[in-house]
């Protein structure tokens, strides 16, 4: 009896640390930091998302790619080694998981007002199966160039991943909890949906036109993107 008890009580310590940990480490948004560093708020331009499609299109390709990149790997990472350190602890990469989309939907350090989560969950499919990541990221190029936007890539890994998940793990919390992670971040994207529906979306091939200068004379032209 007691060593049930004490098993239950170490999972849940396990869960607590992985899903804190998660949600502290993509709390740290590259996005704002880097756009901060140039010298303007990420949150105040283009579509005054602090993400990795506002960074493509207010910083520039390059730096669109650095912000996806790091948010991917860190995420990747806590997953992952959250799986293998606590790799007795059924679920816990699912909890890992939930505690970084948490925590790049809903950062405490930008007052719970962070990105759409679509870089963190690739991170979380690349932490699961690498093979199936590099999918994902030729479905998102794919449909990035036909339609010019990267949200319909995203709709479609959202949607897809989860049966994909349980086809992996044949784990039905996981199932769920990546599920609800799926809808968090289809929900965040609303507003995503009604620019498209209205053509007013800015498409990848916009991001040069709606690139913010960071020199002083250009900063009366920054206010308009």
């Known amino acids: 009896m007691y060593n049930s008890i004490y098993t239950v009580r170490r999972c849940d310590m396990n869960y607590a640390i992985v899903f804190v940990t998660g949600y502290l480490v993509c709390c740290i948004n590259s996005a704002y ?49 959250a799986g293998r350190i606590f790799a007795d602890t059924s679920y816990i990469m699912a909890v890992a998981a939930t505690g970084c989309l948490v925590g790049n939907v809903f950062p405490a350090t930008l007052r ?60 039905w919390i996981t199932f769920f909890a990546i599920l609800a992670c799926s809808i968090l971040i289809f929900c965040r994207h609303s507003e995503n949906i009604r620019r498209l529906k209205d053509g007013t979306e800015i498409g990848l091939r916009g991001c040069g036109k709606n690139r913010v200068s960071t020199h002083p004379e250009d900063e009366q032209s920054n206010r308009y993107l």
């Open 33 to 81: 930091l880097i756009a901060r560093a140039k010298g303007f708020d990420i949150r105040t331009v283009g579509s005054k998302n602090p993400g990795t499609s506002n960074a493509f299109i207010t910083l520039g390709p390059a730096w669109g790619v650095l912000v996806g990149a790091i948010d991917i790997l860190k995420t990747a990472a806590v997953v992952y080694f």
């Open 112 to 171: 719970f007002r962070g990105g759409k989560g679509f870089a963190a969950f690739m991170g979380v499919v690349l932490a699961y199966n690498w093979i199936v990541f590099l999918a994902c990221v030729a479905i998102v190029a794919a449909a990035t160039l036909i339609t010019d936007h990267m949200v319909v890539g995203t709709f479609i890994v959202i949607g897809s991943f989860p049966i994909v998940v349980l086809f992996l793990t044949n784990e």
